[in-house]
């Protein structure tokens, strides 16, 4: 009587109310020092989906958080797996999403089409869950509020694309898009406030 | 200056001990199960899932318990427990016009099909104290009858064959919540039902009432009020399909309306709509009244200025939680406040004494001047 | 899983301690899922019961899912607060897949959906009771 495949069933927090306290933590600790890596553990997605973005997933997202996927990760096991367990509505237009899921690649390519939230609520803009293979290699430079003088976060190859995602915020504020990004089981966060540069 | 102080705790805690004795009364008396609250007093514990917004009837008697039987108290605790429930999503719309009835009346159509069906109602009742209720005994059981096979149509689907009746536009679109986003106006008519579904049933009534008395009047008919078991379906993500996963005692009302006509709509009969959870009808009939009269813009008619006209006014004041909450507050500490205001009149009193002194001595120095 | 949905919480309880199935505390059987979650589901209604939808009201619901031993996976989402109503409706869902279903089948949903067919049947016969019969007067006309 089911419509999915073991691997879509599987991976949940095994002790939900510990764990999504302790990843709901790891995500404001991100979220108030931007740059610093925060561990986000428990939950076992499917592949390309890190366990960091599947923690967050599984603590943020609920039916009334309309996600949007990035092609890479429609129609397949990740679908699945945030549908059985999150209960999320999936086919969320850019406009309309609460998250949005994918590469630093696909993101950009609907940036401008993603929710910068009104002025009356800024909140209401979209978060976007950059999906990375690891905190690695090219860095950049963090300035802004929660952080003290400057931080540095290792972005490698995805560099220019996160600094592409994270610009227009400049402008906007207080409208803007927040930034998680994800690797492995570890979460960094770029708030709108957050200034970066190339080093 | 402000001056925080703190304090009384000591006194709040003995409070507390002794609400929990109050509430439980003289010990020599049974307590009170929640089974019996719940199958005894079904009309309060009804009226509290109503305005507490939650269909929960074992939760709604224990609040009922907790509160004394404060039913705005226990209409507070039900809404404050449904801020901690996870939302798992939304129902399929409810079907009432599928609904088991236990009660069908028609005050416009006497040989509806379905037929005029009482089920337990007060309206024939003498309202005289019935003192045999005071000595316990078990009720005579209720005489049966052949079940009904036939299904209740409503009773508005024969007007509107006829095209006599406005017809209600559809709309596909995910209905805004004012549980989820702060009311903001104009309302659209899904927010205004859903604020009245849980709007307080004094202040309604009082508000339809005032529309029969001439302030907004609308001309209505009970076309049909109907109470019933209605099965409730929802999509289940992890089947990808709809299924029922309870089922719902519910009051609906819809009345027909005069209508001229206006500058936009022909002469027809329009609708007032009232639908709750649990038995309630005199809060389902009221909500019909009040939702006609806010529908005037819609429909092309004056804005008499009556208050049951003015959504802003109606959507602002209506919900008891809100309101209770904001007037009860003020027999709370509010001495700094009160301070500030002491000293201000005292500030006003010395300057209108001293204004006051300066005259009598100006015109006393003028009145010497001419001697 | 509507029967399952609508049981009295207590009367599931029971019907299972006297069927043959194995009890959800025994260990081995099934592992989670999902564990049972109390929640809301929000109720819609139609403006004029025909137009357009709005919200009515919340409802309280239980849901969980579970997979045998043997691997099958049951879901439940079942009305009320009760976590051991939601664990043997999802165990019930799953068994069904078994060759325990005629079991669950005569111990559990058919004593229930007789049960609630004379909950039904005993409100819509008081109900006919109260249907008025309507009788014409006879008026007093001139011969």
Known sequence: MTAFAAEALDGAFADAPAEASRAFRAALDAMSRPGTLQHAGGARPPAPLPPAAGALALTLVDAETPVWLAPELRAGPVEAWLRFHCNAPLNAAPEAAAFAFGSPASLLAELDRFAIGTPEYPDRSTTLVVLLDAFEGAEAELTGPGIRGTARLALGSSRAEILALAAPNRALFPQGRDLFLAAEGRLAA????????EV | MYVAVKGGERAIDNAHAWLAEARRGDVS???LSLAQIREQMTLAVNRVMAEGSL??????ALAIKQARGDLIEAIFLVRAYRTTLPRFGHSVPLETSEMAVSRRVSATFKDAPGGQVLGPTFDYTHRLIDFALAAEGEAPEAPTAPPLAERTPHIAEFLDAEGLLQSEPEGGETPSDLTRQPLAFPADRALRLQALARADEGFTLSLAYSTQRGYGRNHPFVGELRVGMVAVEAEIPELGFAVEIGEVELTECETVNQFAGSRTEPPQFTRGYGLTLGHCERKAISM????????WKELGEDDVGA???DEEFVLSHCDNIQATGFLEHIKLPHYVDFQAELELIRQLRREAEAAQAQARAEAQAAKEAAQ | ??????????RLAALWEASALPSPEEPGGYEWLRRPESGAVMLRGRAGAVGAPFNLGEMTVTRGALRLASGEVGHAWVQGRDKRKATLAALADALMQTGAAREVETAILSPLREEAGARAEARAARAAATKVEFFTMVRGEDG
């Open chain 1, 190 to 197: 770029l708030p709108r406030s957050t200034r970066l540069r």
């Open chain 2, 288 to 295: 019909a009244l009040v939702d006609r009269a806010m529908r």
């Open chain 3, 1 to 10: 899983m509507s029967t399952l949905a609508r049981a009295p919480a207590e």
């Open chain 2, 55 to 60: 269909h929960d009837p074992d939760l709604a």
């Open chain 2, 307 to 309: 208050p049951a006209q």
């Open chain 2, 29 to 31: 008396v049974p307590e």
